[in-house]
């Protein structure tokens, strides 16, 4: 699963001066507390195991990870492309793909299309010019989309040739070498799923994508090294993995009735004994997307699918016989998304008062402070630490982004949040594809496509909470609680960016400068 559980815990004002004085002493007051401190220290035990996570990965990062041996025969490989209305990057996927280097005789490709719009022309003319070229290339085209992606790869299984299946979503560029680079760690019949590590096309394309990037390697490099490394569940994100065929087939198949069809494979065929291997130094080049509604279409699914996978596998985790330090892991990894939920809480509960910066020393020492230092500091901690091992010699550059990262994950908690009460009360919902955009340089455009997320009224409610937290920020200056103010404009700037960002798509003229241009379809 393409994910990641970006949440932010922003958690710990000054001496707990945005305490009630009017709800003091009375029944209000006390339930108050009892909200106020229950998400606090929800949000802090998501901190602390953010923590671990950084040791685990301190811990085992320089673990060699190498084949068991090598095929002196090359197996078949069955490469599966899933794609769904995909015009402007399709192209790239297949030129990409003809390009791996492998024996052409021992390459099956999959171009799995579900695609109503022109998409559908476009990857047949791919397909048959593959073909003409002598390429083993099947196109299979589904007009009812039974279980979306799930469904697709699972058809494409039927008429796969090979034990071992490499899945590359469309937006995927994958590197000459994958398969030499991955294949012979199958030469253990214990590993059933190999993971690489992303890559970002277009990374410096905006303030957005540069911060997404930031997203995506706190959770490719410091989560699945420390999980996989360690001996912890991890899963498989989607694409740019590899797959055995029998663990596939004995762990169940894939099965749609969640969003995170990847996720749930993944902790399915670990508990039923399969090892898998993240390789973090072979990276597969993806894009990033470049609109806020898409990103946010993207966490949505990713996020409610997570925890729809938490209902469905947790319990059965928990009746194993796996080791107690596995379960509580897989439970942190599973939860991790509800901490969308406490920070969307905090914000309501949050409110302002005229107690003065001077007031409550004993609590900010025993309270706020443990708490800032495990909910918001942990994920300073966690996305430097993230960027050093990445880029030695430029990290300290990246971390300036770090106060936007820290925003959009404020930002993007209403988003989030919505989506784990939609899993949570068994809210149905489509399959919504990210857009992309074929973008990878600044001087591409991409307004006005025929890809649009769909409209909501969710910018709406982001606005609202700008304005809220604009009266915080105003209302602390006005009482002196100066240094509450970082942290209240954390979240103002938050809501704001994310909330003029999504209305901008649909309102060219506010859309923070950008400039409105077509995207023309590949001829």
């Given at each position: 699963?393409?994910?990641?559980?970006?949440?932010?815990?922003?958690?710990?004002?000054?001496?707990?001066?945005?305490?009630?004085?009017?709800?003091?002493?009375?029944?209000?007051?006390?339930?108050?507390?009892?909200?106020?401190?229950?998400?606090?220290?929800?949000?802090?035990?998501?901190?602390?195991?953010?923590?671990?996570?950084?040791?685990?990965?301190?811990?085992?990062?320089?673990?060699?990870?190498?084949?068991?041996?090598?095929?002196?025969?090359?197996?078949?490989?069955?490469?599966?492309?899933?794609?769904?209305?995909?015009?402007?990057?399709?192209?790239?996927?297949?030129?990409?793909?003809?390009?791996?280097?492998?024996?052409?005789?021992?390459?099956?490709?999959?171009?799995?299309?579900?695609?109503?719009?022109?998409?559908?022309?476009?990857?047949?003319?791919?397909?048959?010019?593959?073909?003409?070229?002598?390429?083993?290339?099947?196109?299979?085209?589904?007009?009812?989309?039974?279980?979306?992606?799930?469904?697709?790869?699972?058809?494409?299984?039927?008429s796969a040739e090979s034990d071992f299946v490499c899945i590359l979503d469309a937006d995927f560029v994958p590197q000459p070498d994958?398969?030499?680079?991955?294949?012979?760690?199958?030469?253990?019949?214990?590993?059933?799923?190999?993971q690489t590590r992303w890559g970002h096309l277009n990374r410096g394309y905006s303030l957005l994508t540069r911060v997404q990037a930031?997203?995506?390697?706190?959770?490719?490099?410091?989560?699945?090294?420390?999980?996989?490394?360690?001996?912890?569940?991890?899963?498989?994100?989607?694409?740019?993995?590899?797959?055995?065929?029998?663990?596939?087939?004995?762990?169940?198949?894939?099965?749609?009735?969640?969003?995170?069809?990847?996720?749930?494979?993944?902790?399915?065929?670990?508990?039923?004994?399969?090892?898998?291997?993240?390789?973090?130094?072979?990276?597969?080049?993806?894009?990033?997307?470049?609109?806020?509604?898409?990103?946010?279409?993207?966490?949505?699914?990713?996020?409610?699918?997570?925890?729809?996978?938490?209902?469905?596998?947790?319990?059965?985790?928990?009746?194993?016989?796996?080791?107690?330090?596995?379960?509580?892991?897989?439970?942190?990894?599973?939860?991790?998304?509800?901490?969308?939920?406490?920070?969307?809480?905090?914000?309501?509960?949050?409110?302002?008062?005229?107690?003065?910066?001077?007031?409550?020393?004993?609590?900010?020492?025993?309270?706020?402070?443990?708490?800032?230092?495990?909910?918001?500091?942990?994920?300073?901690?966690?996305?430097?630490?993230?960027?050093?091992?990445?880029?030695?010699?430029?990290?300290?550059?990246?971390?300036?982004?770090l106060p936007c990262l820290l925003a959009l994950g404020v930002g993007l908690s209403l988003n989030n949040a919505r989506a784990v009460?939609?899993?949570?009360?068994?809210?149905?919902?489509?399959?919504?594809?990210?857009?992309?955009?074929?973008?990878?340089?600044?001087?591409?455009?991409?307004?006005?496509?025929?890809?649009?997320?769909?409209?909501?009224?969710?910018?709406?409610?982001?606005?609202?909470?700008?304005?809220?937290?604009?009266?915080?920020?105003?209302?602390?200056?006005?009482?002196?609680?100066?240094?509450?103010?970082?942290?209240?404009?954390?979240?103002?700037?938050?809501?704001?960016?994310?909330?003029?960002?999504?209305?901008?798509?649909?309102?060219?003229?506010?859309?923070?400068?950008?400039?409105?241009?077509?995207?023309?379809?590949?001829?």
């Amino acid at each position: 699963m393409r994910r990641k559980r970006h949440h932010v815990a922003l958690a710990a004002f000054h001496g707990g001066s945005f305490s009630n004085p009017a709800m003091q002493g009375s029944l209000g007051s006390i339930i108050w507390t009892i909200c106020y401190l229950t998400v606090l220290i929800g949000l802090s035990a998501y901190g602390i195991h953010r923590y671990v996570i950084i040791y685990l990965f301190l811990k085992n990062r320089k673990r060699a990870v190498a084949p068991a041996g090598h095929f002196e025969q090359l197996p078949k490989v069955t490469m599966q492309l899933p794609i769904f209305n995909e015009v402007y990057v399709v192209e790239r996927l297949l030129k990409s793909v003809s390009e791996i280097d492998y024996p052409r005789e021992l390459l099956q490709i999959q171009v799995l299309d579900d695609s109503t719009d022109d998409t559908r022309e476009l990857t047949a003319s791919c397909v048959e010019n593959l073909q003409n070229r002598g390429f083993n290339v099947e196109l299979i085209h589904r007009v009812d989309r039974i279980g979306f992606k799930a469904g697709a790869l699972e058809t494409g299984l039927v008429s796969a040739e090979s034990d071992f299946v490499c899945i590359l979503d469309a937006d995927f560029v994958p590197q000459p070498d994958l398969l030499l680079k991955t294949i012979h760690f199958f030469t253990d019949p214990n590993v059933g799923m190999i993971q690489t590590r992303w890559g970002h096309l277009n990374r410096g394309y905006s303030l957005l994508t540069r911060v997404q990037a930031m997203f995506l390697d706190g959770h490719l490099l410091l989560e699945q090294t420390a999980r996989s490394r360690s001996g912890r569940f991890f899963n498989f994100n989607g694409t740019a993995g590899l797959w055995r065929r029998s663990c596939i087939d004995e762990a169940g198949g894939w099965q749609h009735d969640t969003l995170t069809e990847d996720l749930d494979l993944s902790y399915r065929a670990q508990l039923a004994g399969w090892k898998f291997i993240f390789l973090s130094d072979v990276i597969t080049p993806a894009e990033l997307p470049v609109d806020m509604n898409g990103f946010k279409s993207q966490q949505h699914r990713w996020t409610k699918g997570s925890v729809q996978t938490c209902k469905k596998l947790l319990p059965t985790i928990w009746r194993s016989h796996l080791p107690l330090t596995i379960k509580v892991e897989a439970t942190a990894h599973l939860t991790s998304n509800f901490a969308y939920l406490l920070l969307a809480c905090l914000c309501v509960l949050l409110h302002p008062s005229s107690g003065g910066p001077q007031a409550g020393w004993v609590r900010m020492l025993l309270v706020d402070v443990p708490i800032f230092m495990t909910a918001s500091v942990s994920v300073a901690v966690f996305y430097i630490c993230a960027q050093r091992e990445l880029n030695p010699r430029t990290w300290m550059k990246e971390i300036l982004l770090l106060p936007c990262l820290l925003a959009l994950g404020v930002g993007l908690s209403l988003n989030n949040a919505r989506a784990v009460l939609e899993a949570v009360f068994n809210h149905k919902s489509d399959f919504a594809r990210t857009p992309k955009y074929g973008i990878e340089r600044k001087s591409q455009p991409w307004r006005s496509c025929k890809y649009m997320p769909l409209k909501s009224l969710l910018p709406i409610a982001e606005m609202a909470f700008a304005l809220y937290f604009s009266y915080f920020v105003w209302f602390a200056i006005q009482h002196g609680q100066f240094i509450s103010v970082p942290f209240l404009a954390m979240f103002q700037l938050g809501f704001l960016y994310v909330s003029l960002s999504s209305l901008g798509q649909w309102f060219p003229r506010i859309n923070l400068g950008a400039e409105r241009a077509e995207i023309t379809i590949p001829a």
